[in-house]
């Protein structure tokens, strides 16, 4: 199994509190990225990095923020968490950047805000 | 934009029974590849198959294949000898062959095992 921790793998929160997410590999992949994934909208792109201090949006990037200060770790920032931000998050990473390497996944935190 | 389109929500098979799913998907780029996904009850995302656009020949994985239909953007995945532990929600998913590094999904098939 690709070495993929995520960090909390539960967290209950209120709204808006920061929360920040972690994503750590042993891989030493260079792509990161986040997915939420919601009942009915299978998993959609948050954002995504491919080297250190380099990402970009993905598809609902609205209300979130990332950084990659290490090849290791990317982290995922609800600067004022929503209840609409209540979801399920993965992490996945890749060596390559497209279908070449599939994009293998963490465990996923389970975000509640209240 | 490219989207992927999964028409079951849900599915029920047999054990040991034959079961297709289907995806269809939209793009306009000709080099991408195309993978199907297993998500078990412990939420564990698991690959279960990929298929390069370029390669006319369909993958396969022990029990598991792919109908790959190019010109008609359709992907399905057929699983044999169905089992148990096939019990999953299976999602369709898509990345393009240029600088697009972005995986879309499908909304996912819920595929039962029944024994």
């Known amino acids: 199994d690709a070495g993929i921790t995520q960090s909390p793998r539960h967290k209950v929160t209120e709204t808006g509190t920061p929360v920040t997410l972690r994503c750590h590999q042993t891989?030493?992949?260079?792509?990161m990225y986040w997915y939420r994934q919601d009942p009915g909208h299978g998993l959609r792109l948050i954002h995504y990095?491919?080297?250190?201090?380099?990402?970009d949006k993905g598809e609902v990037s609205d209300g979130y923020s990332v950084s990659r200060s290490k090849t290791e770790d990317f982290l995922l920032t609800l600067e004022s968490a929503t209840s609409s931000q209540t979801s399920v998050y993965f992490c996945?990473?890749?060596?390559?950047?497209?279908?070449?390497?599939?994009?293998?996944f963490g465990d996923g935190t389970r975000l509640s805000i209240l | 934009a490219q989207t992927v389109t999964q028409s079951q929500p849900e599915m029920s098979v047999q054990e040991a029974e034959t079961v297709t799913l289907s995806c269809t998907y939209d793009t306009s780029e000709n080099n991408y590849y195309l993978f199907w996904y297993k998500q078990p009850p412990s939420r564990q995302m698991i690959l279960v198959i990929r298929?390069?656009?370029?390669?006319?020949q369909n993958a396969t994985e022990n029990r598991f294949s792919v109908n790959f239909q190019k010109a008609a953007k359709s992907f399905s995945l057929k699983i044999s000898d169905s089992q148990l532990g096939d019990t999953a929600m299976y999602f369709c998913a898509f990345i393009g062959g240029g600088s697009n590094y972005k995986l879309t999904f499908g909304k996912g098939t819920l595929l039962t095992v029944n024994p």
């Open positions: 298929q390069e656009a370029y390669k006319q």
């Open positions: 996945a990473i890749s060596d390559l950047g497209q279908g070449e390497q599939p994009q293998h």
């Open positions: 990095s491919y080297g250190v201090k380099d990402t």
């Open positions: 891989e030493n992949h260079r792509y």
